[in-house]
């Protein structure tokens, strides 16, 4: 079945998502008297929060440094799992000191079917010739101890449950509590939510991540085109 605008036999798993629980993800309540205070929080440790985190730490110690009186600022970065897992950002660090492997000698792009393949021009946005193979366990570990080195804050194993908001304002996020039954009751180490407050939240938690779609949903600013 298609619109008309689409080929025949397309399939948007966009169209088949169930519609967010607004009210899980987007939370209107006050932090806890625990909250833990940051000025900027990332939520998400992946390359794209990591790098973020540490640009915002040099840019905050390049202005101190100039007098600029931006002072000390409480950066943290939220990852759910329990450890962490461009050249630019680096750009006084050598190749060799990267967590690289071996660098792509060549691309090949190839059509496949029931009878077997054919091979295509490289589209332009596939090019790796100059690139380099990684491990992005590795590559996010190196970052995480950089960004820590800056005076990052890097929180893991507190995966991000809701948003917390103030009228139109996003004031921090929820963590999901830990140690739950299947019937949600605490039970061996239990470990209740945890409140992150921060003056700017940055969603990093990746182009499907539930706290960003529950985000565009309630300022309604989808836009025809998914994330990438």
Known sequence: MTNGNETPGTIKPSDHQPP???????????????AVPMD?????????????????????????????GLGELEIGVLEKAGSLGEQELFPDVPESELPFRVPAPKDRVYMLSQRGKTRIPTPPSMHNKGNYVASICEIVRWMGDRAEAAGVNVFTGFP???????????????TTPSGLDREGQPGSGHMPATDVTARVTVLSEGTRGSLSQAFVAWQQVEAPNPQI
């Open 40 to 68: 900027v929080l990332f939520v998400g440790g992946g390359p794209a929060g990591l790098a973020g985190a540490i640009e915002l730490a040099r840019l905050v110690a390049r202005d101190n440094e100039g007098g600029g």
């Open 20 to 34: 967010l629980p607004l009210d899980r993800f987007i939370v209107e309540d006050s932090p806890d008297d625990e």
């Open 160 to 174: 991000a449950e809701s948003l917390l908001v103030e009228g139109d304002n996003v004031i921090g996020v929820r």
